[in-house]
């Protein structure tokens, strides 16, 4: 706009960042889901300060956009300028990118017992609506609950199930089924996450990059 004002987004931004250490077939359940969901979803991918990263952060950052340019939801945009190791200023950034808009803080069940501890809690979970979307394998627990709304926290959980698919699991064995179709070709490309050099591979990647 001329008077340099960003107009407030229709309805609540969903937020979710991820390592995207590689992107997974359970990364794009939930971001098919939230796009069901929400008006808008911002996805990008960020540092972990607890992780040890399989790849550059510019490498996944890549990837996490061929992943959203295959989902190709006009509701959904990569928007990598929010990535930051810390949630608090990645909150920050999208409240000045959306001025007034509600912003839900999206993050998968396995991490709900982490964010107590995170970078600045109490400001992180006053500046947004956590939203958990339950991971299969990481039932969420009422302590964990408890801790959040003690915080302060306004939590919601998802009506969505996110398969179990983890990108631990597949950087430690490589696995084309439990990844989205679409980033195969850039995997190989880069010889990313050991997927190039094993004969026993060669099979599941051709039918695997024919598949949806």
Same mark, same amino acid.
């Given at each position: 706009?001329?008077?340099?004002?960003?107009?407030?987004?229709?309805?609540?931004?969903?937020?979710?960042?991820?390592?995207?250490?590689?992107?997974?077939?359970?990364?794009?359940?939930?971001?098919?889901?939230?796009?069901?969901?929400?008006?808008?979803?911002?996805?990008?991918?960020?540092?972990?300060?607890?992780?040890?990263?399989?790849? %550059?952060?510019?490498?996944?950052?890549?990837?996490?956009? +061929? @992943?959203?340019?295959?989902?190709?939801?006009?509701?959904?945009?990569?928007? =990598? +300028?929010?990535?930051?190791?810390?949630?608090?200023?990645?909150?920050?950034?999208?409240?000045?990118?959306?001025?007034?808009?509600?912003?839900?803080?999206?993050?998968?069940?396995?991490?709900?017992?982490?964010?107590?501890?995170?970078? =600045?809690?109490?400001?992180?979970?006053?500046?947004?609506?956590?939203?958990?979307? %339950?991971?299969?394998?990481? %039932?969420?627990?009422?302590?964990?609950? +408890?801790?959040?709304?003690?915080?302060?926290?306004?939590?919601?959980?998802?009506?969505?199930?996110?398969?179990?698919?983890?990108?631990?699991?597949?950087?430690?064995?490589?696995?084309?089924? =439990?990844?989205?179709?679409? @980033? @195969?070709?850039?995997?190989?490309?880069?010889? @990313?996450?050991?997927?190039?050099?094993?004969?026993?591979?060669?099979?599941?990647?051709?039918?695997?990059?024919?598949?949806?």
């Amino acid at each position: 706009m001329s008077n340099g004002v960003v107009k407030a987004a229709e309805g609540p931004i969903a937020l979710f960042g991820t390592s995207a250490d590689p992107p997974t077939r359970g990364h794009q359940a939930l971001l098919e889901g939230l796009v069901q969901l929400y008006p808008q979803v911002a996805t990008w991918a960020s540092d972990n300060p607890q992780k040890h990263h399989g790849a %550059p952060l510019e490498q996944r950052a890549t990837l996490l956009g +061929e @992943l959203v340019a295959a989902i190709g939801d006009p509701r959904l945009s990569h928007r =990598q +300028e929010l990535s930051s190791p810390w949630a608090i200023t990645t909150l920050e950034r999208a409240a000045a990118q959306w001025p007034g808009s509600e912003l839900v803080f999206v993050v998968g069940s396995d991490l709900a017992a982490q964010i107590p501890s995170w970078k =600045q809690a109490e400001a992180v979970l006053k500046a947004c609506v956590l939203a958990i979307a %339950p991971r299969g394998g990481w %039932p969420l627990q009422p302590k964990q609950l +408890e801790q959040l709304t003690q915080l302060g926290g306004r939590v919601v959980i998802l009506p969505l199930q996110v398969p179990a698919t983890a990108s631990s699991a597949v950087r430690q064995t490589p696995d084309p089924a =439990q990844l989205p179709a679409a @980033l @195969l070709p850039l995997l190989l490309e880069h010889n @990313l996450y050991g997927l190039v050099g094993d004969p026993s591979l060669k099979h599941r990647l051709k039918s695997h990059l024919k598949s949806p």
